[in-house]
């Protein structure tokens, strides 16, 4: 998500591209991990503790591999085409060759409903974002106002505050600012501040073109950087508190549990980089290099979620259960670090919106009237749907990690697994190499996918 992975939603950088127009190799894997690196780090050390922690690893790596698979049957499947037709294919198109409209219409729906997922993500992290920002922001300027109730935390890290707003946040005084409203009245996260967010937001999402919005992209690397040192600070000062034998203990760990679904479906999403690839290899130097490249960057980002997942997990002092699904939660907002990676992420966010919008809006506007702007009122009613959609989780489903595990296992169960594997199982056939061994691999593909949805509604 994203990313959250931003996955669904990016294109290669402008300054990834070098005179001719095209990217050398390093570029290329790197711009593969700056375009899968998102918000979803956040919840990585939460889908760890639903997994177990050795189990969680494994899972870590093996989802990685099995994504880069399906990334790769992607990459190849513009290769059976005749080359005049392999030019700036997409891979809805590809769909569309091989199954015809049902194909295309399909890979325009999952396509388009991760970045749904993804707006929803988006919406709950920058409500809790500026719902933390200005609770600080309350606080210096009232003093005197506050009165901490929450238990003392652990080198800076508390049990998770994001199902317990209630006891874990400051007690302001009832005194009324405005309209005889208090602070408490005006700042709810789960009713006011979406809404807020919603008045702030809404007017950048109808612009014709996104263009301007492209020059923050370096606002995402500097925030995947900042929270992986971020991360890595907490393990030095914290240390390792990993504890395998006494159950008893408050830094137990186990290594396996049967909630691994949410790590898998939320890696789904994570790993997804399907209707992004095909963009981004045109700007490739070297396409002789394009498994090798795909791989290293699919291992970057393997690498940042497993750092992330493994540093926060090992040092968290506290019961594995206070982990949130927004690592972020588990500092209190005037945590200085905390703040700053509060404030990095949401200005990110702020910039990716009216992207994914773009990009929603022009798969749809394209596919039903021919270009990407349908008129000012088809844009107005579109946006206003979503946001809407967007408020409306924030206020009764806040659940990130949630969020992120069943619109990635819903649109990975198409676009990562059936839809890749079922396109290159085609290409075989009409080539006359379609091999049993292909044809079991597909299926327990296209199976592992099914299953991996099915599972998130027995989560406990």
Not at 67 to 75: E, G, I, M, Q
Not at 170 to 186: C, E, M, Y
Not at 337 to 345: E, G, H, P, Q, Y
Request: proline share 5%; glycine share 6%; hydrophobic share 50%.
């Amino acid at each position: 998500m994203t990313r959250i992975s931003s996955s669904s939603t990016s294109r290669p950088s402008d300054k990834a591209v070098s005179g001719d127009g095209k990217q050398s190799s390093f570029l290329f894997s790197f711009s593969i991990w700056n375009t899968m690196m998102g918000v979803s780090l956040l919840s990585m050390p939460w889908g760890l503790y639903q997994a177990g922690f050795a189990f969680g690893l494994f899972i870590l790596l093996l989802m990685c591999l099995l994504c880069l698979y399906t990334s790769y049957l992607v990459v190849k499947s513009p290769e059976s085409l005749e080359k005049s037709d392999a030019v700036d294919v997409e891979f809805a198109k590809i769909c569309q060759i091989y199954f015809g409209k049902p194909g295309a219409i399909t890979a325009l729906v999952f396509s388009i409903m991760i970045l749904v997922g993804a707006i929803l993500a988006y919406w709950v992290l920058m409500s809790n974002f500026i719902y933390f920002s200005g609770k600080l922001l309350y606080e210096i300027v009232h003093p005197l106002n506050t009165t901490e109730t929450d238990e003392e935390g652990k080198c800076s890290i508390h049990c998770r505050i994001n199902n317990t707003f209630g006891s874990h946040t400051s007690v302001f005084s009832d005194s009324p600012l405005i309209f005889g409203l208090s602070f408490n009245d005006i700042w709810q996260l789960r009713l006011t501040v979406p809404i807020y967010l919603a008045i702030l937001v809404f007017p950048l999402l109808n612009f014709k073109s996104p263009t301007f919005f492209t020059k923050f992209n370096i606002l995402g690397t500097i925030s995947v950087i900042y929270l992986l040192i971020f991360n890595g600070s907490r393990l030095i000062e914290c240390g390792v508190n990993l504890n395998f034998s006494d159950l008893t203990s408050p830094n137990y760990v186990h290594n396996f549990s049967w909630n691994f679904p949410a790590l898998t479906g939320m890696l789904t999403m994570s790993y997804f980089l399907h209707n992004a690839i095909i963009t981004m290899l045109r700007n490739q130097r070297n396409p002789e290099n394009n498994v090798r490249d795909l791989s290293i960057g699919y291992g970057l980002v393997a690498f940042s979620y497993t750092f992330v997942a493994f540093s926060f997990y090992a040092a968290f002092p506290l019961p594995r259960t206070c982990i949130g699904d927004n690592l972020l939660n588990n500092f209190h907002a005037n945590n200085p670090m905390s703040a700053v990676a509060r404030v990095l992420i949401f200005f990110q966010l702020l910039t990716i919106l009216p992207l994914i919008m773009y990009f929603i809006r022009s798969q749809i506007s394209c596919a039903l009237f021919g270009t990407p702007w349908p008129g000012r009122v088809r844009v107005l009613i579109l946006n206003s749907t979503i946001v809407c959609a967007g408020v409306l989780t924030a206020i009764f489903f806040p659940n990130i990690g949630s969020i992120i595990r069943y619109f990635g296992a819903l649109s990975g169960l198409m676009y990562a697994y059936a839809l890749p594997c079922m396109v290159d199982m085609r290409i075989a056939h009409r080539a006359g190499k379609l091999t049993p061994v292909k044809i079991i691999i597909c299926v327990t593909i296209m199976v592992f996918g099914a299953a991996n949805l099915v599972a998130q509604f027995f989560i406990k």
